[in-house]
């Protein structure tokens, strides 16, 4: 049987430097679901993503796959089942759409073994599946926003994972682009990628998640399918918001709305 | 493969065949003239007259040092530069030239001028340097703007060092220094030209073999990581094998500027690869070091040290390079 879980965070302490971000924190993601991460600023999301992704070790605790710390795991068979997207990349000037794509290949070539089939093949649908079959001849730089964060994206799909983070994919996006990144996020889920990603926007993260984790300073406050967690208290205590949260006029799922702010902070 | 990339693959091969023409004529090129046809004939032919000892013994060895080293240069600037993500990185600007110099001029002022102590101290300065650059500019790891101006300093320091050293040795060896400090290739003989090119030989693989982790760099540290890079010992590695390219020409033939610097981003613009690419930038270092040879040997009224025209040459690039990223003002990241 399918575990319920393949990814976990347990009791982890996380920091850069001498600055501590998080402490005994417990995160699972279910498998074969949409998790997305919400919270104030600086409140260590992204560094729960980081962690999760092998790119920042706990200092207490571990990440578990598979019941085993990844800690342990070879750094390449990690990347050969969790593929992420970090908040900033940077594309060499004038790589090509289908060059870049094709550096997510990383873990699954080695000086020895090659399968230059199989890069190619992970490299055409992941470019097929983010529609950027296209663009492929041409240059990540020539591109607009909305089509660099799918190539980008693209090239997290060519490392060919079950999993899949995503830290902020829709920032600097337009709304149009934010939409269309969060329904190919939803697309991708549907094809049994298990999805986590860091949003901001808590009306996307309410309509597009299927399960969320809500921290607060370096804690989780609550997690849960949206409809459940997603409250005028919840949103008040976290964000010190007071809020008005309504069905979504198009999905039923919650939607936050602002009151007059009189921030309590 | 996209487009750009079979497009650069047929360049690499122009670029081949002409450092392989190049050398041919360079071969024939002397006091005693032969013609490219002659030149072949002596190499492969079985006859072992005059004309194969000019061409086998006095002057292959310093075509072969001129396109091996120029390459070995070449290279270690495009893996400096792709590291630190700017076109000043590299290892003549962040000292490491400069370190190896320092190394042989101890090394001359402690153990006298033999060969073999020039050619280690030349090696553990150069290698000395780098690692006093690299752990200066250490700070949660290696940013490339903060290696570059740490670097800078370092080489100021050695720079005045170097001058003080100088004038601390005996006048005979001091002379000896000064060629040396001069860069040449004009004085390497087979005896000399076997062991680096050895050397060289070895760390080839090694480089073909680090090539991915770097274009993974490329991409930020983050993505390269999430690629399942381990990133810090990665660019540990890469720094160390271009530190020991450098060292190796600088301790055979003194430090030679301008190559590691220039022939990686005219690689770049003339290939228009994303990142910097090391095969082409090794091939056009090849070629830049036999012409700036040629030109040190045949174009100039007097002959010169390889390094003094490369230097020219060099100083020129360099200061164009500063005020057009003065100009972009894109440096710093």
Not at chain 1, 232 to 245: I, N, R
Not at chain 1, 247 to 259: A, K, Y
Request: one cysteine or more.
């Amino acid at each position: 049987m399918e575990p319920l879980q393949r990814l976990s965070a347990q009791a982890v302490t996380l920091a850069y430097g001498r600055r501590l971000v998080a402490q005994e924190l417990t995160a699972a993601i279910p498998h074969g679901g949409f998790t997305v991460i919400v919270g104030p600023n600086a409140c260590g999301k992204s560094t729960l993503l980081r962690a999760l992704a092998r790119l920042l070790s706990p200092r207490a605790g571990q990440v578990l796959l598979d019941g085993r710390s990844i800690a342990n795991q070879p750094t390449k068979a990690v990347a050969r089942q969790i593929g992420l997207l970090p908040q900033t990349s940077i594309a060499p000037p004038g790589i090509a759409v289908e060059d870049l794509v094709a550096r997510g290949r990383y873990p699954h070539q080695s000086l020895l073994q090659r399968s230059p089939e199989r890069d190619r093949a992970a490299v055409v649908e992941a470019m097929a599946a983010t529609g950027v079959s296209d663009l492929a001849e041409q240059a990540v730089d020539e591109l607009s926003g909305g089509q660099r964060q799918r190539v980008w994206i693209a090239m997290a799909l060519a490392q060919d994972t079950d999993i899949i983070l995503l830290d902020e994919p829709t920032t600097f996006l337009d709304i149009a682009h934010q939409v269309e990144v969060l329904e190919l996020l939803t697309s991708l889920n549907r094809r049994g990628k298990t999805v986590v990603a860091v949003l901001h926007d808590l009306n996307q993260a309410a309509r597009y998640a299927s399960h969320l984790i809500v921290m607060a300073t370096g804690r989780v406050v609550t997690t849960g399918a949206p409809s459940e967690v997603m409250t005028e208290a919840l949103v008040s205590q976290v964000f010190g918001l007071p809020c008005l949260v309504l069905p979504d006029p198009v999905t039923g799922s919650p939607l936050v709305v602002p009151r007059r702010a009189e921030r309590t902070d | 493969m996209s487009r750009a990339a079979r497009r650069r693959a047929a360049l690499n091969l122009t670029l081949a065949l002409i450092g392989l023409l190049g050398a041919v004529l360079a071969l024939g090129l002397g006091d005693y003239p032969l013609t490219p046809a002659q030149v072949v004939e002596a190499l492969v032919g079985s006859d072992s007259g005059f004309a194969r000892t000019v061409v086998v013994e006095w002057r292959a060895p310093r075509v072969m040092v001129a396109l091996a080293f120029g390459a070995a240069l070449a290279t270690s600037g495009a893996l400096f530069q792709s590291l630190t993500r700017n076109p000043l990185g590299s290892p003549d600007v962040i000292g490491l030239s400069t370190g190896s110099y320092t190394g042989a001029l101890v090394a001359m002022a402690w153990a006298g001028s033999g060969r073999l102590a020039t050619t280690s101290g030349a090696i553990v300065g150069g290698l000395a340097t780098a690692v006093l650059v690299y752990v200066l500019a250490h700070r949660d790891g290696v940013q490339g703007f903060r290696l570059i101006v740490v670097g800078i300093g370092v080489t100021a320091m050695l720079h005045a060092f170097n001058l003080f050293l100088l004038a601390r040795l005996r006048e005979e060896t001091a002379m000896t220094a000064a060629i040396w400090g001069a860069g040449s290739i004009g004085l390497i003989g087979w005896d000399r030209a076997l062991p680096a090119l050895a050397v060289l030989a070895a760390l080839t693989p090694l480089t073909v073999a680090a090539a991915p982790a770097l274009r993974q760099l490329e991409l930020g540290d983050d993505a390269a990581g999430g690629h399942g890079l381990r990133v810090e010992p990665a660019r540990l590695a890469i720094l160390a094998l271009g530190a020991a390219l450098t060292a190796v020409v600088t301790a055979s033939a003194g430090p030679i500027a301008f190559i590691a610097l220039a022939a990686p981003q005219i690689a770049q613009r003339l290939t228009r690869s994303p990142g910097t690419p090391l095969l082409a930038s090794a091939l056009l270092g090849g070629l830049g070091l036999l012409a700036a040879d040629l030109a040190a040997q045949f174009v100039l009224p007097m002959a010169v040290p390889t390094g003094a025209v490369t230097v020219v040459l060099g100083g020129a690039y360099l200061v164009d390079l500063m005020i057009r990223e003065a100009r972009s003002d894109k440096t710093a990241r």
